[in-house]
């Protein structure tokens, strides 16, 4: 079993930055590849970025490239994601995610196997 939990949300205003944390533990965490989705009011799920566990491949959705950077802890026991540039599209709950396994990193939601509980991003214009 794993745990993980999400901090770092808050209100900011359009072009400022914010970086989320996801902490993961467990008595079995290794060899997971980790994840960043997104919720916005009466909208699905979306993918954000996912990060290989040896942090050496990374994916975005085209709508964060370029202001958006997943990266993992020294101790690969978390993920944070650096966000910059914010507008208000991206206001949403952020959920962290992780899956295990050592190939490629996926957008599919379906393919984690855990979730956070979210924290909440709001940003003004």
């Known amino acids: 079993q794993v745990q993980l939990v999400e901090s770092g949300g808050g209100l900011v205003q359009a072009g400022g930055s914010l970086r989320l944390s996801c902490a993961a533990s467990g008595r079995d965490f290794g060899n997971y590849a980790m994840g960043w989705f997104r919720q916005a009011p009466e909208k699905e799920r979306e993918f954000v970025a996912a990060i290989s566990w040896s942090g050496g491949s990374t994916i975005y959705a085209d709508s964060v490239k370029g202001r958006f950077t997943i990266s993992r802890t020294i101790a690969k026991n978390g993920v944070y994601l650096q966000m910059n540039s914010l507008k208000p599209e991206d206001t949403a709950v952020y959920y962290c995610?992780?899956?295990?396994?050592?190939?490629?990193?996926?957008?599919?939601?379906?393919?984690?196997?855990?979730w956070g509980q979210g924290t909440q991003v709001t940003v003004s214009s």
């Open positions: 995610a992780c899956r295990r396994t050592l190939g490629p990193v996926v957008p599919g939601s379906r393919a984690y196997d855990y």
